[in-house]
């Protein structure tokens, strides 16, 4: 079946930039809005970004809007998430998620169908 797969999260400094990617198998890719969560410990699962299939609307968390950017590639099946001037607040796990046919962006995580197992990114104070 569909498989979501993430990478690039890893231990950065306060201020640096990690890029995350979602690499996304099959071919309908392109149909997908996708967006970007995060869990810390002890907290709930919260949204940060999404990104309707075209590429075309994005929506962020007002805690990342400035410095993280989502975007995609459909011809490589993958969705990205550029994390700058990062802080200790955003260590968590990051998870990538599909919603089949969307047509738009979506910021609640009940709405999406697929989600990759997740990266660690630690920011480090």
């Known amino acids: 079946q569909v498989q979501l797969v993430e990478s690039g999260g890893g231990l950065v400094q306060v201020g640096g930039s990690l890029r995350l990617s979602c690499a996304a198998s099959?071919?309908?890719?392109?149909?997908?809005?996708m967006g970007w969560f995060r869990q810390a410990p002890g907290k709930e699962r919260e949204f940060v970004a999404a990104i309707s299939r075209s590429g075309g609307i994005t929506g962020y968390a007002d805690s990342v809007k400035g410095r993280f950017t989502i975007s995609r590639d459909n011809a490589k099946n993958t969705a990205y998430l550029q994390m700058n001037s990062l802080k200790p607040e955003d260590t968590a796990v990051y998870y990538c998620?599909?919603?089949?046919?969307?047509?738009?962006?979506?910021?609640?995580?009940?709405?999406?169908?697929?989600w990759g197992q997740g990266t660690q990114v630690t920011v480090s104070s």
């Open positions: 099959g071919r309908t890719f392109s149909t997908y809005a």
């Open positions: 998620a599909a919603k089949y046919r969307g047509y738009y962006y979506y910021s609640g995580a009940s709405e999406y169908d697929l």
